[in-house]
């Protein structure tokens, strides 16, 4: 699959944001997967492609971002809506980047689950985008273990 440009949107956006539908459109995520670099394009079995959006139907909160029927924001939070909440799969389209579309994203996703803790497993710089919005470093001592998902590009690095 091709991968979007990343050549900024510079009209005036007006996003909607929807946090009651999960099984957003396959076609659509998976372009948002490629263009963050999350997956690599390949052509997927039908039997991956199913897989692709059961993360999402049975996730406790999906909220996504709209510029008209143009899918350009998500995210997923498994929650046991009192104690516990982590966020996963966060991610803008590129050249919808750097409006506030992230940070809206993750607002109502901290305001419908208020007083839980938070978890989220990120990279790079982008412990800044998530220090903005309140989250802060787990102690020295805790470590984070995993197993990498099928899904995603250089999951065995
Ligand atoms: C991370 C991401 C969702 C942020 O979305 P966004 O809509 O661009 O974020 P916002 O416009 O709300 O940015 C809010 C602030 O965070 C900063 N920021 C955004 N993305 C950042 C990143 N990846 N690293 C560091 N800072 C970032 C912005 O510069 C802005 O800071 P400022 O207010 O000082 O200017 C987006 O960059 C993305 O999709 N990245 C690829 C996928 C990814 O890494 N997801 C995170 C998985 S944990």
Redesign the pocket.
Known sequence: MRKLSAQKVSVRMNISYNDVMKDLPFGQLYE?FIA???SDGGELSDNMKAGFIKPWIHSTLVVS?WDGDRLV?A?RVLSDTIFRSV????????E???????????RRCLERFPGSGWL???????????K??GFTGMKETDTVLGIPCKYFANSTE
């Not at 966020?87 to 590129?94: E, K, R």
């Not at 989220?120 to 998530?130: A, I, L, M, Q, S």
């Open positions: 948002l963050v670099g999350w971002a924001g995210v966020i996963y799969d966060l991610l803008v389209a590129p919808y980047q750097g409006n506030g579309i992230g940070s809206e994203l993750v989220v497993c990120t990279e790079g710089e982008t412990p800044y985008f998530y903005k919005l």
